[in-house]
């Protein structure tokens, strides 16, 4: 990224990609050249990129009245290029609890006996799921993974749906169109050798959200974690991140960030409530704060 930035001072990727590495040789000059690079841009994906730069860059030197507002600055134009439909979000989240209804979801016991299995892990983004990973890796023998779309991929190619967000789900009479068992099958099929030769694997694709009931139904032999922050620490967490284009679109508003949040927190709730302890919720504190005692909460869970 400095020879990047070396050829051209105002490659906004180089400086966004080079602000997160902490790199404080040459800070100052950096800043100079971003706010100056920044006078040619205009409500960009670039301009975005040089902003949260420099909030990174003036956050390390300690400048938090600066910094607060490019990050600031740089989420407002983010919000602009990348809307968050509010009232669409709010209605595909009653949608599918409604809809979810009409299937039974069973609060069944984990079926030991099938392996490789998976262990699915999710939590809205910057909520520790990396860390809770490596936790359960380090519990058993378990091959970390990481972030994946196969289940959503299932989901798609029996609802005959593109899914390019987890709520549009909804756009079909999923609960008539999908075969839990064969669902289950397809995804165990094509996803065990992540297991790379090992008994459990993980999938931590946050999107999964969405289809928790889904993912208990068709794959018995699942483990699914949730893991939750404090909404404060999650908020600013993710305020400050610039995601994936098209990826969190809400959390580029703090006034978006709360309604998907509430959503969120809906559909969750309804998969506490539906699937009872075929769920573990933990909270990212207490994997943090007393490790040991969380951690054997998660092997008895997981069954290990």
Known sequence: ?????????????????????????GRSKRI???EMALQSEQITENEVMLRFALYNECDAIGDDEKAFSYL??????????QPFDRIE???????????????????FEIDQSTLPAPIFIFGLPRTGTTLLEKCVSSLADVEAVGEHMDFRKELELQTNLRITSPLDIVIRPFENQLDFPLLGKKYLDKTAWRANGRPYY???????FAYIGFIAKAIPCSRIIHIRRNPMDAFFS?????????AYKASYSLTDWEVYYRNYERVVAYWRN??????????YEDLVLNNARTTEIIREYCKF
């Open 32 to 34: 100079a050249d971003f």
């Open 202 to 208: 993980t999938d931590k694709e946050n999107s999964n």
């Open 72 to 81: 600031q600055s740089a989420n407002e134009i983010k919000s602009r290029i």
């Open 274 to 283: 539906t699937l009872g302890s075929r769920m573990l919720e933990i909270r």
């Open 1 to 25: 990224f400095k020879d990047a930035l070396a050829m051209n001072p105002t490659s906004a990727f180089a400086a966004w990609q080079l602000s997160m590495l902490n790199e404080s040789e």
């Open 238 to 246: 993710g305020y400050k991140q610039l995601f994936a284009p098209g």
């Open 89 to 107: 979000n709010t209605e595909k989240v009653d949608s599918l609890i409604e809809r979810m209804d009409n299937i039974t979801c069973d609060n």
